[in-house]
DNA sequence: CACCTAACGTA
DNA sequence: CGTACGTTAGGTGT
């Protein structure tokens, strides 16, 4: 088809006038009182956003600012001190959105501006003026009048009418035909008229009618002043007496068209909207239904360069033809896409497709292949010199295994590689990975219609849209991998994350061993003291109830037994553990307590219940590690969660007992780090007191209590103790006064005054923490011993609540990130070790400082050496890195 | 049936 | 008003 050369359209540039519009929204939504379930209001950049992105569908400009206020004082404080000095203070509910509505804007990659010592309106001036001289059609959006000034041939003005829906579109015939006046006249008209909003005063007796009339007669208010003796009668004086306060009125009012500002108009395009930000936003700001999808379709047709999508030429080598494709296959690295389905520590393939470089990518399907076939996919999938990309490779791989094949020449994963970009992501889906770095949709030809249609009698869809998949991975791979090298994760990605994916493969396959018949007699003896609590529960109350209903309890406590109140929460008030036991202490009431019985022993129950279903015909429960959910870096254990195993209590302890060491092993062994995010504060702080406190060979809470109370260790009590112990945990978690008063149930003023005291004697540590968030604000970002970033964007946020939460996240992600990082290289080096020194002991789980291995015979001081060298060398810090190891023949046992 | 909340286990 | 997770049960809305 030839292409034709469409006229170039006029530029058009929209202008609005951020502060002025979200005000607006802020009253026409009032009554809908939207607010999200934590607090924040979202009227404001609920009824911005909706309102721009009507503005943009209806008006589809080629650019595009968003103007907005600044808290310092402009020239018209220093011309006239009382200026807006009448305005009501900003309402609670409005405070905070308009940094939400900074976030939409950046996402939506819309510029917006805003420079000290001016207002929006006078940027918005300056701009309209710059490009209506450039030859640009200019819109302006606002809801102050001040901007009819602006009105020209060039310049319309679209004015908020009560609400934000209904505008009306100012031309100059529109003004003329409103007030009988033309757009500059306008201002004369309003310096007469005087504006309450901004605290100009008008003349005593002359009103809207009067100051229209005048200008119109007059022309101008200079003439108007030239000749105001002609102005007759008791208006005539007044007039001549405040003809000063007109006439500053007239230059406040005036809008500045050329504020000196360093954007051109010509810049001011929008950039391509970051699709999945968007998403996340919405969600964080539970804002569902019509806006987001009116907002896609808006923005989404403004983005051509996600039109083109991928392609490939899809090659279906048949019955003893894979060898020979794979043979004739161009060399590079290959992107590998696979369907089928993965879990517990294996998983079943059902078809493969290999994109190499050239376009050309085969798909096959692995019931169908020959002896020869699949010898030959064997030989390539196994072959470390054939590199291959793959997008979560860890599942595959156990499906690999399960089929007798190996994956090797793992070059980059790129569900992994975007781990690392972003990892506060939610999900790293193939398709919006191609979208976001790639700029291109990864479309399914299968969902398109192909499938069960009369063409598509052998699947070809599908395999084509595999196909895509692998092509997709392959030039994400490229796409990603350049991407992190600027950010310097390159590292991180092939020296880490990467070569994790197998051990943690091994680790899912192997699983953990456990002994059934104890866990389900376990099992029935919490089930027997549930059902005891409830009926003693019933009993006491006198009527039936859920006692797992907080809402029932609620009821129950507060209502038919008049408890008194606990702490306040969403759903009335809480009955959470210590509210119980708050209330077991404050009332005779014996139901608190049998309360508090009956939650523990629930939740042993079910513990043990959610175990019990977990454990595999081998006798082994293999749980799935996630190596790209936790935002720190940490991984996470699910499908069960083996990370979360009762320890504090004996009774919880019980159900360690229920994980043994398999048969043909000797014994369990358990190694971990102790305070390892303690050690690694002493060593990014480089606080030599708290270094020395680790180098003292004493217990080390005590040992730092004796420096905070220059006492000798040995006099540290068990109070002061406990004291310091809190106050070391909560540090690396942004813990404040009120937390720790809270903790050890004393006085704020006592745990402030705790806090000082630790800090004096730890002054490095104060330091360190306070320079993580200044450098993380200024940067964006935190960073681990080894690189790894998070992104937190709400650090510069005006909602106290959300900046001081991303506070507490930049001073803990450093400190858990690097914990993270020195025990995944401390898991690799441990891998290698155990084959190095040709060992059968294997490892079985990770729970963040702590390592699980099951000990072959004969073996077991090899390994205690191996685990305490390599886990103790996985990083060197300016303090050792202690670990300790405890051996049994059960979890418990071999905890410590 | 899908989703949210409260509650609670671990590091 | 302490970070990071996953699971469960109850309750609500589609």
Redesign the pocket.
């Known amino acids: 088809m030839p292409k034709t050369e469409a006229t170039p359209a006029r530029p058009s540039l929209l202008l609005l006038d951020g502060h002025s519009l979200a005000y607006r929204a802020f009253y026409a939504l009032k009554e809908a009182n939207l607010v999200t379930?934590d607090g924040q209001h979202t009227e404001a950049v609920y009824g911005f956003t909706s309102m721009l992105v009507n503005v943009l569908r209806d008006e589809r400009p080629s650019h595009v600012a968003v103007c907005f206020d600044r808290s310092e004082p402009t020239f018209r404080h220093t011309e006239y001190a009382e200026y807006k000095a009448n305005r009501t203070e900003t309402p609670e509910d409005f405070r905070g959105q308009v940094s939400l509505i900074f976030e939409v804007l950046d996402t939506l990659r819309i510029p917006r501006l805003s420079l000290a010592g001016f207002e929006a309106d006078d940027l918005i001036a300056t701009l309209a003026t710059r490009g209506s001289a450039e030859g640009m059609s200019v819109l302006i959006v606002t809801g102050d009048r001040d901007a009819l000034q602006l009105v020209d041939d060039n310049v319309t003005v679209l004015m908020t009418r009560r609400g934000i829906s209904d505008m009306t579109r100012f031309t100059p015939d529109a003004v003329m035909e409103k007030y009988e006046l033309t757009p500059a006249q306008y201002p004369d008209f309003a310096a007469i008229r005087g504006d309450s909003s901004d605290n100009l005063k008008n003349i005593p007796g002359v009103g809207e009618k009067t100051a229209a009339k005048w200008i119109r007669e007059f022309g101008s208010l200079e003439e108007l002043v030239n000749r105001v003796d002609e102005v007759k009668g008791k208006v005539g004086d007044k007039l001549r007496e405040h003809l000063g306060q007109v006439m500053m009125n007239r230059r406040l009012t005036e809008l500045k068209r050329d504020v000196p500002l360093d954007v051109e108009p010509a810049s001011l395009t929008m950039g391509q909207f970051d699709r999945e930000g968007i998403h996340k936003l919405l969600d964080s700001l539970q804002i569902r239904g019509e806006l987001r999808e009116r907002l896609f379709k808006t923005l989404g047709s403004a983005e051509p360069e996600v039109e083109d999508a991928f392609e490939v030429e899809l090659a279906m080598p048949g019955p003893d033809e894979v060898a020979g494709w794979l043979a004739a296959m161009p060399a590079g690295r290959a992107g590998l896409a696979f369907r089928g389905s993965y879990g517990s520590g294996t998983g079943r393939i059902d078809a493969i497709a290999i994109a190499p470089p050239g376009g050309t990518a085969a798909y096959l399907d692995p019931t169908r292949l020959t002896q020869a076939d699949e010898a030959a996919l064997r030989e390539w999938l196994g072959d470390e010199a054939r590199e291959k990309a793959v997008h979560d490779a860890k599942g595959p791989m156990l499906a690999l295994w399960a089929q007798g094949m190996e994956l090797r020449g793992l070059s980059c994963d790129t569900a992994l590689a975007a781990y690392l970009a972003t990892p506060g992501q939610r999900t790293f889906e193939l398709d919006d990975l191609a979208v976001r770095y790639l700029k291109r949709e990864l479309r399914s030809e299968a969902e398109a219609g192909g499938q069960g249609s009369l063409f598509d009698t052998d699947g070809e869809a599908e395999a084509r849209d595999l196909a895509l998949r692998a092509q997709a991975v392959r030039e994400l791979a490229e796409g990603l991998e350049e991407f992190l090298s600027t950010r310097g994760g390159t590292h991180l990605l092939g020296e880490v994350e990467l070569p994790l994916v197998t051990v943690l493969a091994e680790m899912e396959r192997t699983g953990i061993c456990t002994d059934r018949e104890y866990l389900a007699g376990l099992e029935s003896e919490f089930g027997a003291a549930v059902k005891q609590a409830v009926e003693e529960a019933h009993r006491v109350v006198g009527e039936q109830f859920?006692l797992?209903?907080?809402?029932?309890l609620q009821t129950i406590l507060f209502d038919k037994l008049g408890l008194p109140k606990t702490k306040k929460?969403?759903?009335g008030y809480?009955?959470?553990?210590d509210a119980l036991a708050w209330l077991a202490g404050q009332t005779e009431h014996e139901l608190p307590t049998i309360l508090l019985r009956h939650?523990?022993q629930t939740?042993l129950r079910?513990t043990v219940e959610?175990l019990i279903k977990e454990i595999g015909d081998d006798g082994r429960i293999h749980t799935t590690f996630?190596q790209i959910?936790?935002?720190?870096g940490?991984l996470?254990?699910?499908?069960?969660?083996l990370?979360?195993?009762?320890?504090?209590?004996a009774e919880?302890r019980r159900i360690r007992q229920g994980f043994v060491v398999g048969e043909g092993f000797e014994t369990l062994l358990t190694a971990d780090y102790s305070q390892i995010e303690l050690r690694i504060m002493a060593h990014l702080s480089g606080d030599e007191s708290l270094i020395a406190a680790f180098e003292s060979g004493h217990d080390f809470h005590q040992a730092t209590a004796a420096r905070v109370f220059d006492i000798p260790p040995e006099q540290v009590g068990g109070d002061l103790r406990a004291k310091i112990k809190a106050m070391n945990?909560?540090l690396a978690?942004?813990?404040?006064d009120?937390?720790l008063s809270?903790?050890l149930n004393i006085p704020v003023a006592e745990a402030r005054a705790l806090k000082d005291e630790y800090f004096e004697e730890f002054g490095g540590v104060r330091e360190f923490l306070q320079a993580i968030v200044a450098q993380a604000r200024k940067d964006g970002y935190t960073e681990t011993i080894l690189g790894r970033r998070r992104y937190l964007p709400d650090l510069t946020s005006d909602n106290r609540q959300r900046r001081e939460?991303a506070e507490?996240?930049a001073l803990?992600a450093p400190i858990?990130g690097s914990a993270a990082d020195i025990i995944k290289v401390a898991m690799l080096n441990v891998r290698r070790a155990l084959a190095a020194e040709g060992l059968r002991s294997r490892m079985l789980l990770q729970?963040?400082?702590?390592l699980v291995f099951e000990v072959a015979p004969g073996e077991l001081d090899a390994l205690r050496a191996l685990a305490i060298r390599e886990m103790g060398s996985a990083y060197s810090l300016r303090v050792p890195l202690e670990v300790s190891v405890g051996v049994g023949r059960t979890w418990e046992d071999a905890g410590h």
């Open positions: 379930t859920n797992g209903s907080p809402k029932q929460i969403k759903t809480t009955t959470d553990a939650r523990d939740k079910t959610g996630n959910i936790a935002a720190t940490r996470s254990s699910e499908k069960p969660n990370q979360n195993i009762p320890i504090r209590t919880g945990y909560g978690y942004g813990l404040s009120f937390g809270g903790q939460m507490r996240m803990n858990q729970v963040h400082d702590e």
